[in-house]
Antibody, heavy 127, light 108 residues
């Protein structure tokens, strides 16, 4: 059973870069078929998809964050990383990493579903 | 980008049935997935695809879809089902994803 664990600084200053790591166990991050995501949740609010990196290395991110987001993997460490630049207080949130698998039903388009999540890590942006 | 709209809150009597809806244009072409989130916990996948429950999810959870609306139904609601529920789907033909606004389910 796959397990995901986020780690990183809990406090980041405005204008700096937020960097988080997600350690994956129970599955190889390089194995085919899965997509590795970052999702965040502002305090008391809903979920926001940040972006993913596919098993082949393709990345996609939320258009509202795209210019500031970098998602990468380190297969040697079986880790997923998130870098979010030029942060403001609006980036204060719980950050989750999640594994997604594709669903390819008949008569509908291919989509992803998030089948495993980390416990999340709170990052506060403050001077 | 597309939006997925959910009712902010619903209440249901213990043992009764509750339906949570998610509306958005992208749902005409893509199935929604549904997530349960309890306070202080990470979201948990409860339904995906046409109506598929991951291992360990009780069969009182079911999903359906019609037109631009996806629904999650809990039949015989239990106290432990009190939580926030979010839908998610692909944003049209683009390779990005959108979560619904979330529905808080209260079990009376």
């Amino acid at each position: 059973q796959v397990q995901l664990q986020e780690s990183g600084p809990g406090l980041v200053k405005p204008s700096q870069t937020l960097s988080l790591t997600c350690s994956v166990s129970g599955d190889s991050i390089s194995s085919g078929g899965y997509y590795w995501n970052w999702i965040r949740q502002h305090p008391g609010k809903g979920l926001e998809w940040i972006g993913y990196i596919s098993y082949s290395g393709t990345t996609y991110s939320n258009p509202s964050l795209r210019s500031r987001v970098t998602i990468s993997v380190d297969p040697s460490k079986n880790q997923l990383s998130l870098s979010l630049s030029s942060v403001t207080t609006a980036d204060t949130a719980i950050y989750y990493c999640a594994r997604a698998a594709p669903d390819a039903p008949m008569f509908r388009g291919v989509t992803l579903f998030f089948d495993s999540w980390g416990q999340g890590t709170l990052v506060t942006i403050s001077s | 980008s597309s939006e997925l709209t959910q009712d902010p809150a619903v209440s249901v009597a213990l043992g009764q049935t509750v339906r949570i809806t998610c509306q958005g244009d992208s749902l005409r072409n893509y199935y929604a997935s549904w997530y349960q989130q309890k306070p202080g916990q990470a979201p948990l996948l409860v339904i995906y695809g046409q109506n598929i429950r991951p291992s360990g999810i009780p069969d009182r959870f079911s999903g359906s879809s019609s037109g631009d609306t996806a629904s999650l139904t809990i039949t015989g609601t239990q106290a432990e089902d009190e939580a926030d529920y979010y839908c998610n789907s692909r944003d049209g033909s683009a390779h990005h994803y959108v979560f619904g606004t979330g529905t808080k389910v209260t079990v009376l």
